[in-house]
């Protein structure tokens, strides 16, 4: 094999070529130092004394389905300069790595189109090395996230496991990229986020959330100069919540022969009115369970009416819209409204901040997925650091129906 096909085919240059040996299916080559010049691997300096060799092998890309190993004696020197004794330098590899440069970047190639143990299967290699090459290079890439250029972000958390584990995430709106993750849920898990903030100068605008007061409470007095603009998402489920609980009500309190109308429609009330499927009746239940009990037909209308306040032409629309909408919440003289009326008033100023800057979690939400996607496929991480460097490169992802 020439010194020039040991180059274009596993990316080692400057080395010579010595032999080849085959051995239980998997081809040996051996190669030698050369002509190459010896110097120190710390300090750089060719002030340096030859002190023997240690032999080491190296993996490297495999020819068809056959395993190929890299047989190299590296010299050591004795370092004028540094006055001590180490190897020399291997172009072809990382320094206490088992494998080449060149093996790297191929585990790498194939892990993006197939998972650790397909690659580890694939390369006849332990699962552990081929998870290590793809945390190495996680972590090249995304073991410190840069703020500096933060302007917009999102903030919501996570369930990451039984127990009630959960991860808080901090999402750049404009790259969509995760840029924390905090354990826990709640302020206590944005304390480090404000430090690197402090530290980056990041001059954030606005901060999507949901209405939690832990959240609103921390952005406050961190990030005292952004405009905090509650999810509108998240508003609406919250009314939903309320709503399935005053549907549950009614249906204890109603009479026996209304309860077989009232039951199973929950998913009902929930729905928006065009994705009621025609084919199953769905239409024709809300209405006929709508006309049975009022205070459910005026808070389902009520809920209609709410999603109209985030399509709005103008904020000064929207907060008529809102100040109607209150009222007409607070007349009806159903409990579940008031109560809701005034959370509303409450975060008014937060709502109607989505006509100032039109962001919401909702990209958030689609990287909370693919994270829950990225487990199952997994079946769980046991190594928290390798999880949250996999968060962290969430928006590289890309996922397809397939067959």
Excluded at 250 to 268: P, S, T
Excluded at 288 to 299: D, G, H
Aim: proline share 3%; glycine share 6%; charged share 30%.
């Amino acid at each position: 094999m020439s010194t020039s096909l040991l180059y274009h085919a596993f990316g080692i240059r400057g080395y010579s070529y010595t032999r080849t040996a085959f051995v239980g299916g998997t081809i040996h080559f051996a190669i030698d130092q050369g002509k190459k010049p010896l110097c120190c691997s710390a300090c750089g300096s060719s002030a340096v004394h030859p002190r023997g060799r240690t032999e080491r092998t190296f993996r490297t890309l495999p020819i068809g389905r056959k395993a190929v190993v890299i047989h190299f004696e590296v010299p050591r020197v004795h370092c004028e300069s540094c006055g001590l004794i180490r190897q020399v330098e291997i172009g072809f590899a990382d320094e206490r790595r088992s494998y080449t440069k060149a093996f790297e970047r191929y585990a790498l190639e194939l892990s993006r189109l197939m998972t650790i143990q397909d690659v580890a299967k694939h390369l006849n290699v332990g699962w552990d090395l081929i998870k290590d090459i793809v945390k190495r290079d996680l972590s090249r890439r995304f073991g410190k996230p840069k703020l500096k250029h933060l302007r917009q972000i999102a903030i919501d958390e996570i369930s990451v496991g039984k127990g009630h584990k959960y991860l808080t995430l901090v999402l750049d709106l404009e790259t969509g990229a995760v840029v924390f993750v905090g354990k826990g849920k709640g302020a206590d898990a944005l304390r480090p986020f404000w430090k690197r903030i402090w530290g980056s100068h990041a001059k954030i605008k606005a901060v999507a959330m949901d209405m939690s007061p832990a959240y609103q409470e921390a952005v406050s007095k961190y990030l005292s100069k952004a405009k905090i603009v509650f999810d509108h998402f998240h508003v609406i489920k919250l009314f939903n919540e309320k709503l399935s609980d005053l549907r549950r009500l009614l249906f204890h309190q109603a009479e026996d022969k209304d309860k077989k109308v009232l039951k199973g429609i929950r998913w009902l009330l929930l729905k928006n009115p065009e994705n009621l499927d025609t084919a199953r009746n769905e239409k024709r239940r809300l209405v006929a369970a709508l006309r049975l009990n009022k205070p459910l037909a005026v808070a389902y209308y009520m809920k209609e009416d709410l999603r109209q306040l985030w399509s709005q032409p103008n904020k000064a629309q929207a907060r008529r819209f809102l100040k109607d909408w209150i009222a007409r919440a607070e007349a009806s003289g159903i409990k579940m409204l008031k109560s809701f009326a005034k959370t509303l008033r409450d975060h008014r100023e937060g709502i109607l901040a989505y006509y100032n800057f039109r962001i919401s979690t909702g990209p958030l939400e689609g990287t909370n997925n693919k994270i829950k996607t990225m487990k199952r496929e997994a079946y769980g991480y046991r190594d928290e650091e390798f999880f949250t460097l996999k968060i962290f490169a969430a928006h590289e992802l890309k996922y397809a129906l397939v067959g």
